[in-house]
């Protein structure tokens, strides 16, 4: 498994926590937008929207910029590669554990098979 940062992921994940949070990046995902349209769909203040933002950003998912009095937001994807990496490592587990289980019940099924062939014979 490729080494990561144990807080850089806790943090990731604890933004990821929040369905909120989830939805405004799933609408950063198709590209840059202003603080005011991120807060739009959830009724929320600016300032309550600034704070989800701000844990996005300390989560590294987030980059904002500043022009004139407008704040723009863009997604940061290499840091969900980073989530999709640490999450590979147990999809592979999971595939050979399954694996064993088939191959083992596959055996399981020849045996009986087996078994019940001498019988009737």
């Known amino acids: 498994m490729v080494e990561q940062n144990p807080e850089h992921l806790d943090n990731i994940f604890r933004a990821l926590a929040d369905p909120t949070r989830r939805e405004m990046l799933r609408?950063?995902?198709r590209g840059g937008q202003r603080v005011s349209d991120l807060a739009e769909p959830f009724a929320m203040s600016l300032a309550g929207a600034?704070?989800?933002l701000k844990v996005l950003e300390k989560a590294g998912l987030?980059?904002?910029r500043?022009?004139?009095r407008t704040h723009w937001c863009e997604l940061e994807a290499a840091r969900l590669a980073e989530v999709h990496e640490w999450l590979a490592y147990y999809?592979?587990?999971?595939s050979r554990s399954l694996d064993a289980l088939e191959a083992a019940l596959?055996?399981?099924d020849e045996a009986a098979k087996a078994t019940q062939n001498k019988e009737e014979s």
């Open 27 to 29: 609408r950063l995902s």
């Open 91 to 94: 999809k592979r587990f999971w």
């Open 66 to 68: 500043v022009q004139g």
């Open 106 to 108: 596959k055996a399981e």
């Open 62 to 64: 987030v980059r904002r």
């Open 50 to 52: 600034s704070k989800h």
